[in-house]
DNA sequence: CAACCGCCCTGGGAGC
DNA sequence: TGCTCCCAGGGCGGTT
């Protein structure tokens, strides 16, 4: 599923396609994907200059002079710039045609993603983007910030950083990752964790998406076959998906758990 | 308020 | 081989 850096590689590719054009047409093949797509964009966006684009944690928001058209992959929705040309695939909800005679097009098969149109007053305060937490990348965000936030919780510390209140764009792959190369075990009581634990998991959460942007959104995925279809490299992963398997640091057995739902593995002896 | 849980959805894999 | 079942996941919205 797209995680941050696939959000931001993602913004990366297509931004120098559309900044600039015109917008010809916004056509929606679908009523709704986890939200209803509001009848109002068309009208909003056709005949007008897409000016930007920006992330905000995994939200992508193109600007337009009167708003924002707002874009969420969800679990697996992706944008592709196609040919004006380009023949429609399965789960192509959405497209943006642009005066370049090219498609900005949305493509989402469990439609857990999101189009949605903010006018520009209301940005500041849309609930989607009002409470979120910081951007994990930048400076406020660290283990000092962390450590004050979680004082007297017991969430324990994976659902804590997984919250987009506390920190936007840490899914759960990059959780569980970060969580180990830290050495913090998942399950404590996030106001149980020290200070110091809590600079290493910030510096580690850091590491993981920074590494991940830094080479193009793909550190944890390989694309299989021909149909695109993202598969992670188990390789490159030290607990996601490997419960049962031997701890690469310590050789010990790594142990699964559910927490919020979530899948969730970690090294008993390397994680305390 | 914090914490938790159900739900939205489809494709893929396991099991029979 | 084909069917059914279950799971994956982010994050909202409702309940405790």
């Known amino acids: 599923m ?3 850096p696939e959000v931001e ?4 590719g297509i931004l120098p396609a559309i900044e600039g054009c015109r917008t010809i047409d916004f056509i929606s093949r679908i009523e709704r994907l986890r939200w209803p797509i509001p009848p109002e964009l068309g009208e909003a966006v056709r005949g007008q200059p897409v000016l930007g684009g920006r992330r905000r944690g995994k939200y992508l928001l193109l600007e337009y002079p009167s708003g924002y058209l707002l874009l969420h992959l969800g679990m697996s929705g992706s944008l592709r710039i196609v040919a004006g040309t380009e023949p429609l695939r399965r789960h192509d909800h959405a497209d943006i045609v642009l005066d370049n005679h090219k498609i900005l097009r949305f493509n989402d098969p469990r439609r857990f993603g999101a189009i949605l149109w903010i006018v520009r007053e209301d940005l500041n305060n849309h609930p989607l983007l009002r ?13 000092g910030y962390l450590y004050r936030r979680s004082r007297g919780r017991s969430q324990c510390v994976k659902s804590f950083i997984m919250d987009s209140h506390t920190v936007v764009g840490v899914g759960n792959i990059y959780a569980a990752e970060a969580l180990f190369l830290s050495g913090v075990r998942p399950l404590t009581a996030a106001g149980k964790v020290s200070r110091g634990r809590y600079q290493r998991l910030a510096v580690a959460i850091k590491a993981v998406l920074a590494g991940a942007i830094a080479r193009g959104g793909t550190t944890l995925r390989d694309f299989v076959g021909g149909d695109g279809k993202p598969g992670y490299f188990r390789q490159q992963l030290a607990v996601y998906g490997r419960q049962g398997e031997a ?8 142990r699964g758990v559910r927490i919020g739902g979530r899948a969730s593995v970690y090294c008993p002896r390397c994680q305390r």
Do not use: K, N, S
Not at 9 to 12: E, F, G, I, K, V
Not at 131 to 143: I, N, S, W
């Open 131 to 143: 409470l979120l937490g910081p951007e994990p990348l930048a400076d406020e965000f660290d283990g």
């Open 9 to 12: 590689t993602t913004l990366r």
């Open 2 to 4: 797209p995680e941050l």
């Open 247 to 254: 701890c690469r640091r310590c050789g010990g057995v790594l």
